[in-house]
């Protein structure tokens, strides 16, 4: 049993399925642009447009900029590792995919129900957030609506309160972003490029109007960033240099997502050399922008006063310039319906990889004769999302799609040194620098982050993996093709 577990999938089968072509295969129509829009799509939503301000407030005050730079380098050793399995293995399932090849069954599966967490669960998150955004916009024009699009809670549990009824925006924009990815990937790239131009014109507007104000104002901004690194306050995370360190697992967050871009590798034109422009691209101007933006905002307002909902938004008022709520209000809009709509994209494109390999049933990859997408999943799973989103608490599950994350790039960082060790002879269009090292950095900084996180989110997690070890044994490793494959090369009728 051991060995069926760490059973690995070919590397000649995974190219083989990258190469396919034909009508069960998914259209390869994304360019290099498409996949950077896709990234910053992915990333640049929750975390510029709440969470700076969160970090700041709470955490590192205006040293969240060096948060910023601790989550970004982070993310960039992982974002190495991703870029050369994605060029080595173009293949849709993302850290899935790789852990497969280099880890095994078993491994490969607890990364991608890791995944299915993070995406669907993120989704949902982000949806609450687009809500809350929309019925501030509402609120701007002055306009009042028959219905409440936040319902207020009625119920507990676990200790947060759960509402009895729908929220109305967050249900609406996952049906919306589900039937976009339905209709086809090249329409949903469309739609998020011209999301990512709203979301990226108007976080550059915000840092023209405060750059403009700190060069008028340089004594109010110096004043805001002193000190830059406040005194700790006796305990763990509460400013100094370990509020730095808390400050960069929570904006974290705003990370989540770039991996995104590797699932679309069998939809790109040219993935060995697409795939590590995508990624890494997107990382890097994500990263600029944070930077500047927290920056820039912790000297416009004072760092104590930041813990709002929409902290871009106030800083604008800061510095005189009101239309700029409107502004930030369409800009967080548009931006955090990209994002779900690229987790979504995600989320549909793992599993549809997981039901290729047999794990999951075989409608899970159906694919659409005139569409081309694998529109049953997306379909499945924009209804549970939507279904998260309008009724359940799910601010507790930010920690949980942390988690997911982490893990994902723990073993992805892991994958690329065991295969430089295993494979050398494997071509790489695209080859990480400097292994073992980056690998291990990487790995370092995600299990350091992962154990910021608290108890109640570890057994959440715990849960969730409990569940999918359960449905594992229960279906997948009786219908895995690889696990078919090995008992039918051995004279055996397959695992029972």
């Not at 701007?140 to 936040?150: D, I, S, V, Y």
């Not at 050399?273 to 500047?292: A, E, H, N, Q, R």
């Amino acid at each position: 049993m051991a060995s069926q577990l760490l059973a690995k999938k070919p590397l000649d089968a995974i190219m083989a399925e990258a190469s396919e072509t034909g009508e069960h295969a998914l259209r390869r129509s994304l360019g290099p642009i498409n996949l950077i829009t896709l990234g910053i799509g992915a990333i640049i939503g929750t975390g510029i447009f709440t969470l700076t301000g969160v970090a700041a407030a709470m955490y590192a005050g205006p040293a969240v900029v060096l948060s910023f730079v601790v989550a970004g380098i982070g993310c960039i050793f992982a974002g190495l590792c991703y870029a050369e399995f994605a060029s080595m293995i173009p293949i849709a399932g993302s850290a899935y995919t790789y852990g497969y090849a280099t880890l095994g069954e078993l491994v490969a599966w607890i990364i991608g129900w890791a995944l299915v967490l993070e995406y669907a669960f993120g989704a949902a998150t982000v949806a609450v957030g687009f809500s809350g955004y929309v019925s501030s916009l509402v609120g701007f024009f002055g306009l009042k609506l028959p219905f409440n699009p936040k319902p207020v809670p009625s119920l507990s549990l676990f200790g947060y309160a759960l509402s009895a009824k729908v929220d109305i925006f967050a249900f609406v924009a996952i049906i919306i972003v589900t039937t976009v990815l339905v209709i086809g990937v090249r329409e949903s790239a469309n739609f998020n490029s011209a999301a990512v131009m709203i979301k990226v014109s108007v976080v550059l507007i915000f840092i023209g109007l405060a750059a403009n104000f700190a060069f008028a104002n340089w004594t109010h901004m110096v004043t805001n960033w002193h000190p830059f690194i406040p005194t700790n306050l006796g305990h763990f995370g509460q400013f100094g240099l370990s509020g730095i360190m808390r400050g960069a697992g929570l904006v974290f967050f705003a990370y989540i997502g770039f991996d995104a871009v590797s699932t679309a590798a069998q939809e790109s034109r040219n993935p060995q050399k697409d795939m590590p422009f995508g990624i890494l691209g997107s990382l890097i101007i994500c990263t600029v922008l944070y930077i500047l933006v927290s920056g820039l905002l912790t000297g416009v307002k004072n760092y104590t006063t930041l813990m709002t909902p929409a902290p871009v938004a106030d800083g604008a008022a800061a510095i005189g310039v009101h239309w700029g709520i409107l502004v930030i209000d369409i800009g967080a809009i548009a931006g955090l319906a990209s994002v779900m709509l690229v987790m979504l994209l995600g989320q549909s494109r793992v599993l549809y990889t997981m039901s290729h390999d047999g794990l999951l049933p075989p409608w899970v990859g159906k694919i659409h004769p005139r569409f081309r997408t694998p529109y049953l999943t997306s379909i499945a799973v924009g209804i549970f999302v939507a279904f998260l989103a309008a009724f359940f608490p799910i601010a507790f599950l930010g920690k949980l799609v942390s988690l997911g994350t982490l893990l994902a790039f723990t073993i992805v960082c892991l994958g690329v040194w065991i295969m430089r060790v295993r494979r050398p002879d494997v071509p790489r269009p695209f080859r990480t620098p400097l292994v073992p090292l980056v690998p291990i950095l990487g790995m370092i900084v995600s299990v350091a982050l992962m154990l910021s996180l608290d108890l109640p989110a570890w057994i959440g997690f715990g849960s969730w993996m409990i569940f999918g070890l359960i449905i594992y044994f229960s279906y997948s490793r009786k219908h895995s093709t690889v696990q078919l494959d090995i008992a039918r090369a051995a004279g055996r009728p397959g695992p029972k």
